[in-house]
């Protein structure tokens, strides 16, 4: 039987990496929401702010990644315990890309905002409320072990993608009369496609929390529902 010295050492050990993991929700939600209104209130000095940010969020995935491998090693976790450790490291390498797509987003921004004013950006904005209430949600439900929460994303996934696609091809189509505003029309539709792939990851972290919750894999059920082409 354990002693109690390595019960406590495991307890902290645990709750510290779900603390982590946290953090690094928060900064990578944040770094969203920066990026994004760095894109609608033409905020350059924002946009550097999101790029320089993000080492915050590449530091902790790698420390969470650490932080698993050495609860692993040394406890030998078992059912909840374990499935916590596994969602946490998966959930870290979501929230990086997440991460990363706010980065790309700022980028964008950057460049959008160093030219006349571009009314096409307010079609963004729709989609990040989609994509935002589907990362607070998957957040939420890793926090509160909430399995039905984290199953409910991929439904609402669907309207952001149905979203994504009718200001793609509206973007597209401005493209055939830019006056000359084609190259901030592209760097546009890479917004929004980043905003679409934050909320397939958001249902990554979603699905990752079923798992959690009830030890049950819910990834590619759709495919497997769906009749497979003659």
Do not use: W
């Not at 307890?11 to 779900?18: Q, S, T």
């Not at 706010?102 to 030219?115: E, L, T």
């Not at 000359?180 to 909320?199: A, C, K, T, Y």
């Amino acid at each position: 039987m354990p002693s109690q010295h390595i019960l406590h050492e495991f307890d902290n050990a645990i709750g510290a990496l779900r603390a982590d993991t946290l953090l690094m929700a928060s900064l990578a939600r944040q770094n969203l929401e920066h990026a994004m209104k760095a894109l609608l209130e033409r905020d350059i000095d924002l946009s550097r702010s999101v790029i320089a940010d993000d080492t915050d969020v590449d530091d902790l995935e790698l420390k969470i990644d650490q932080k698993g491998m050495d609860i692993l090693v040394r406890f030998h976790p078992m059912a909840t315990d374990l499935r916590l450790v596994i969602s946490s490291m998966k959930m870290a390498y979501n929230l990086e890309r997440i991460s990363d797509h706010a980065v790309n987003i700022a980028k964008r921004a950057k460049k959008i905002c160093k030219a006349m004013p571009l009314e096409e950006v307010s079609l963004s904005e729709p989609l990040y409320t989609l994509a935002d209430g589907l990362l607070r949600d998957s957040i939420t439900a890793y926090s509160d072990s909430n399995g039905e929460l984290g199953e409910s994303l991929k439904a609402r996934d669907k309207e952001l993608d149905r979203l994504h696609k009718q200001v793609v091809a509206t973007l597209s189509g401005r493209l055939e009369d830019s006056n000359g505003r084609s190259e901030n029309l592209l760097h546009l539709i890479f917004v929004v496609r980043s905003i679409e792939r934050i909320g397939d990851l958001s249902v990554n972290i979603g699905e990752d929390t079923v798992y959690l919750d009830e030890a049950r894999s819910i990834r590619h059920t759709q495919r497997q529902k769906d009749p497979q082409p003659e």
